[in-house]
Antibody, heavy 119, light 107 residues
Framework: QVQLVESGGGVVQPGGSLRLSCAAS????????MHWVRQAPGKGLEWVAF????????YYADSVKGRFTISRDNSKNTLYLQMNSLRAEDTAVYYC????????????WGQGTLVTVSS | AIRMTQSPSSLSASTGDRVTITCRAS??????LAWYQQKPGKAPKLLIY???TLQSGVPSRFSGSGSGTDFTLTISCLQSEDFATYYC?????????FGPGTKVDIK
């Protein structure tokens, strides 16, 4: 069965950087687009970024464009989110999710990893 | 970006009730709409895609309808396990967006 396991969360100071990882298994990772979605404490879901199956196209929410970079290593079945210039408002649980195929709805989700931006 | 709104933001209902949640897009999105259920401390779960297609394994008491800008999620006979927050999401644009959520709690 599909399994997505996020890691890399933690506490970081404002202006700092963090890289999240999402290890995928149970499906052909290289055939599917992947998303990052976040949820601030007590708030709703916010889509963050999407990458096509081959990494050829990437899309970002305006709130993170220019600061976050989504990438993938299909040889390692792993999705990444490099987060730079972090702000307090980036504090959230970050979920990785598998797309239906290449830019669609989110079929499977990981359990999430918490990122806290605080001094 | 396409803005999604939901109403109501919360509702109280009893087991056995029929519940309807509305989602509206700021521009036409055809049927490129999905619904998710999220319980506290858990990841969201896909319920419906293409506005009205039930995801495999989802109970038939859940249904979706609509196209263009106006959509609804209906739970025909609310069960105890359905108390949760529900989100709509558009995938018409690659700048994907979620609605703000509707919390369904126990009356």
């Amino acid at each position: 069965q599909v399994q997505l396991v996020e890691s890399g969360g933690g506490v970081v100071q404002p202006g700092g950087s963090l890289r999240l990882s999402c290890a995928a298994s149970g499906f052909t990772f290289s055939s599917y687009g992947m998303h990052w979605v976040r949820q601030a404490p007590g708030k709703g879901l916010e889509w963050v970024a999407f990458i096509r199956y081959d990494g050829s196209n990437k899309y970002y929410a305006d709130s993170v464009k220019g600061r976050f970079t989504i990438s993938r290593d299909n040889s390692k079945n792993t999705l990444y989110l490099q987060m730079n210039s972090l702000r307090a408002e980036d504090t959230a649980v970050y979920y990785c999710a598998k797309d239906r195929d290449s830019g669609s709805y989110l079929v499977n989700w990981g359990q999430g990893t918490l990122v806290t931006v605080s001094s | 970006a396409i803005r999604m709104t939901q109403s109501p933001s919360s509702l109280s209902a009893s087991t056995g009730d029929r519940v309807t949640i509305t989602c509206r897009a700021s521009q036409g999105i055809s049927s490129y709409l999905a619904w998710y259920q999220q319980k506290p401390g858990k990841a969201p779960k896909l319920l419906i895609y293409a506005a009205s297609t039930l995801q495999s394994g989802v109970p038939s008491r859940f249904s979706g309808s609509g196209s263009g800008t106006d959509f609804t999620l209906t739970i025909s006979c609310l069960q105890s396990e359905d108390f949760a927050t529900y989100y709509c999401q558009q995938y018409y644009s690659y700048r994907f967006t979620f609605g703000p959520g509707t919390k369904v709690d126990i009356k």
